[in-house]
């Protein structure tokens, strides 16, 4: 277990083993939503209609505010020689499924958190690795003030930011705002600690001979959906890093397309708006093909393996409609 403070071996924070156990789908950012997080519809029920929900890691479900108030305080003890004195908790509805975020006042400041249970494991590592990444990643990410864990707890406090979820539909203002933000991350050399960060979420999707043409040298974030691209006053954040990869640079916008054919664009005018990325431009098409085809496969594998969850159908109709433009031609 890394102490308070130390970074941990990055050698030894892997990706569950692909296709690995049903809940790895839902922290992994490969699973990307268009809009508001996936999850049961909320209970059926006025007492509970009428308090904010929010999903935490203990069981993926929609809870009330007041119980990830409680799990908050649950490390509340751990997180106090950064925080000093505790004024208010307010918990954050946006993020991973499997993880309790909150944003509080505090003597020392405020902050963002995002604490996961003390588990080994992709859920702890992704945290650890997004802890690791941070200081590379500061241009277009809040920056990680502090660490801290103990038997029960892995947390993160992060710089509040103030800015809201981007839109993403046709005519949006913000779409320029994203290219920006993903041109931005484009031009991060990839560093040192991701040189082993292979990305291998496509592999099991894709012909043998065709690997090769999604790997790469570049840092990548897939997890472009509107919750995690912030937009403040004169500034745009990428947020939730907790899979960055190492792979071919078109990966990245090419996530962008389809949470744009999601988000009502059509194939044509979302990859329009993707060919403002540095990467797109210098890409090879059939790479592109070939992705455009192992990611339909893959978000039809997950919709028919959770098919309560409707957001991924959603991501598997986009994702063909995108295939089969790219076929077409």
């Known amino acids: 277990m890394a102490e308070r403070g130390e970074r941990p071996d990055q050698a030894a924070l892997h990706y569950p083993e692909w296709p690995g156990d049903g809940s790895c789908y839902f922290y992994d950012p490969l699973c990307q939503r268009a809009q508001g997080p996936p999850g049961p519809a909320e209970p059926d029920t006025q007492a509970v209609r009428s308090r904010p929900l929010v999903q935490t890691w203990d069981s993926g479900q929609w809870v009330s505010t007041t119980e990830v108030v409680a799990l908050t305080i649950q490390f509340a003890g751990l997180i106090q020689p950064y925080t000093g004195h505790i004024s208010s908790i307010k918990p954050v509805s946006e993020g991973s499924r499997w993880t309790t975020t909150a944003l509080i006042d505090c003597e020392k ?34 920056a990680v003030q502090w660490q801290a864990e103990d038997g029960d707890w892995v947390v993160l406090g992060f710089d509040r930011i103030d800015g809201r979820s981007a839109d993403f539909s046709p005519g949006s203002s913000d779409l320029p705002k994203i290219i920006d933000v993903l041109n931005r991350i484009s031009r991060i050399p990839i560093p040192e600690v991701a040189g082993d960060w292979e990305e291998t979420r496509w592999d099991a999707f894709l012909p043998e001979k065709e690997i090769a043409l999604v790997r790469g040298s570049d840092l990548l974030y897939v997890d472009v959906q509107p919750d995690n691209i912030m937009i403040g006053s004169g500034q745009t954040w990428a947020v939730d890093w907790e899979w960055p990869t190492k792979g071919a ?81």
């Open 109 to 142: 400041g405020e902050f963002f958190v995002k604490a996961v249970p003390n588990r080994p494991g992709g859920l702890r590592d992704s945290v650890l690795r997004e802890w690791v990444v941070n200081p590379f990643v500061r241009p277009v990410s809040p």
């Open 249 to 329: 640079g078109f990966i990245s916008p090419a996530c962008f397309v389809v949470q744009l054919i999601s988000g009502g664009h059509s194939p044509a005018a979302a990859e329009t708006w993707v060919g403002n990325c540095i990467a797109w431009e210098s890409a090879d098409p059939a790479a592109i093909d070939a992705f455009a085809r192992a990611n339909a496969r893959l978000q039809q594998h997950l919709a028919e393996r959770f098919p309560e969850e409707s957001w991924l159908a959603e991501m598997a109709t986009a994702a063909e409609v995108w295939a089969d433009h790219r076929l077409a031609g």
